[in-house]
Protein backbone atom coordinates (compact mmCIF):
# COMPACT_ATOMS: atom_id res chain seq x y z
CA UNK A 1 0.00 0.00 0.00
CA UNK A 2 1.00 4.24 -0.18
CA UNK A 3 -0.03 6.82 0.42
CA UNK A 4 0.68 10.14 -1.27
CA UNK A 5 0.41 13.39 -0.41
CA UNK A 6 0.43 16.52 -2.91
CA UNK A 7 1.64 19.85 -1.60
CA UNK A 8 2.74 23.18 -3.26
CA UNK A 9 -0.34 24.40 -4.42
CA UNK A 10 -1.70 28.15 -4.24
CA UNK A 11 -2.66 31.06 -6.12
CA UNK A 12 -0.77 32.77 -8.76
CA UNK A 13 -1.14 35.12 -11.77
CA UNK A 14 -1.21 33.86 -15.46
CA UNK A 15 2.53 33.27 -16.36
CA UNK A 16 3.51 32.69 -12.70
CA UNK A 17 4.39 29.27 -11.86
CA UNK A 18 4.50 26.70 -8.88
CA UNK A 19 6.24 23.44 -8.28
CA UNK A 20 4.15 20.34 -6.54
CA UNK A 21 5.22 18.03 -4.61
CA UNK A 22 3.79 14.09 -3.94
CA UNK A 23 5.35 12.68 -1.03
CA UNK A 24 4.81 8.41 -0.80
CA UNK A 25 4.40 7.04 2.32
CA UNK A 26 6.94 4.13 1.13
CA UNK A 27 9.87 3.79 -1.40
CA UNK A 28 8.87 4.74 -5.23
CA UNK A 29 11.75 3.32 -6.88
CA UNK A 30 9.62 -0.07 -7.50
CA UNK A 31 6.57 2.00 -8.22
CA UNK A 32 5.65 1.17 -12.06
CA UNK A 33 3.97 4.54 -12.88
CA UNK A 34 3.42 8.05 -11.20
CA UNK A 35 1.97 10.41 -12.36
CA UNK A 36 0.02 13.72 -11.67
CA UNK A 37 -3.97 14.64 -12.82
CA UNK A 38 -6.22 17.32 -12.25
CA UNK A 39 -9.74 18.20 -12.27
CA UNK A 40 -11.28 21.41 -13.14
CA UNK A 41 -14.90 22.66 -11.67
CA UNK A 42 -17.45 20.74 -13.91
CA UNK A 43 -14.78 18.45 -15.73
CA UNK A 44 -13.80 15.03 -15.74
CA UNK A 45 -10.04 14.43 -13.98
CA UNK A 46 -7.71 14.59 -16.87
CA UNK A 47 -3.90 13.26 -17.14
CA UNK A 48 -1.78 16.11 -17.03
CA UNK A 49 1.90 14.09 -16.99
CA UNK A 50 3.10 10.73 -16.43
CA UNK A 51 6.60 9.30 -15.24
CA UNK A 52 7.49 5.59 -15.55
CA UNK A 53 9.98 3.58 -13.23
CA UNK A 54 12.54 3.92 -16.15
CA UNK A 55 12.63 7.78 -16.78
CA UNK A 56 10.42 8.03 -19.48
CA UNK A 57 7.83 10.70 -19.51
CA UNK A 58 4.12 11.73 -21.22
CA UNK A 59 2.45 14.43 -20.93
CA UNK A 60 -1.29 16.14 -22.32
CA UNK A 61 -0.90 18.23 -25.28
CA UNK A 62 -1.92 21.41 -23.56
CA UNK A 63 0.85 21.57 -20.73
CA UNK A 64 3.43 20.46 -23.43
CA UNK A 65 6.37 22.36 -23.18
CA UNK A 66 5.55 24.01 -19.91
CA UNK A 67 5.49 21.35 -17.52
CA UNK A 68 8.16 19.33 -16.21
CA UNK A 69 6.92 16.07 -14.22
CA UNK A 70 10.24 14.45 -12.13
CA UNK A 71 10.97 11.80 -9.86
CA UNK A 72 13.66 11.34 -6.96
CA UNK A 73 13.62 8.17 -5.75
CA UNK A 74 16.26 9.00 -2.98
CA UNK A 75 13.10 11.67 -1.41
CA UNK A 76 10.21 8.89 -2.11
CA UNK A 77 8.56 12.64 -4.08
CA UNK A 78 7.77 12.40 -7.47
CA UNK A 79 7.55 16.81 -8.39
CA UNK A 80 5.34 18.92 -10.89
CA UNK A 81 7.08 21.82 -12.26
CA UNK A 82 4.40 24.05 -13.83
CA UNK A 83 5.69 26.98 -15.61
CA UNK A 84 3.86 29.99 -17.65
CA UNK A 85 0.67 28.87 -16.02
CA UNK A 86 -3.09 29.96 -17.83
CA UNK A 87 -6.20 30.42 -15.77
CA UNK A 88 -7.01 27.12 -17.57
CA UNK A 89 -4.64 25.19 -15.50
CA UNK A 90 -6.63 25.78 -12.45
CA UNK A 91 -8.12 22.50 -11.28
CA UNK A 92 -6.88 20.51 -8.25
CA UNK A 93 -4.23 18.59 -8.73
CA UNK A 94 -3.96 14.86 -7.60
CA UNK A 95 -1.25 12.07 -7.18
CA UNK A 96 -1.29 8.97 -8.50
CA UNK A 97 0.77 5.52 -8.36
CA UNK A 98 0.07 2.45 -10.32
CA UNK A 99 2.22 -0.42 -9.05
CA UNK A 100 1.39 -4.29 -9.66
CA UNK A 101 -2.51 -4.27 -10.11
CA UNK A 102 -3.23 -1.38 -7.43
CA UNK A 103 -3.95 2.41 -8.02
CA UNK A 104 -3.63 4.95 -5.53
CA UNK A 105 -4.67 8.51 -4.90
CA UNK A 106 -3.88 11.12 -3.37
CA UNK A 107 -6.37 13.82 -1.42
CA UNK A 108 -5.42 16.49 -3.92
CA UNK A 109 -3.78 20.42 -3.73
CA UNK A 110 -5.77 23.00 -5.81
CA UNK A 111 -4.02 25.63 -7.99
CA UNK A 112 -5.99 28.21 -9.07
CA UNK A 113 -4.25 30.60 -11.90
CA UNK A 114 -5.71 34.21 -12.33
CA UNK A 115 -5.97 36.41 -15.09
Known amino acids: QVQLGESGGGLVQAGGSLRLSCAASRSIASIAVMGWHRQAPGKQRELVASIVSGGSTNYADSVKGRFTISRDNAKNTVYLQMNSLKPEDTGVYYC?????????WGQGTQVTVSS
Open 96 to 104: RAITGDYMY
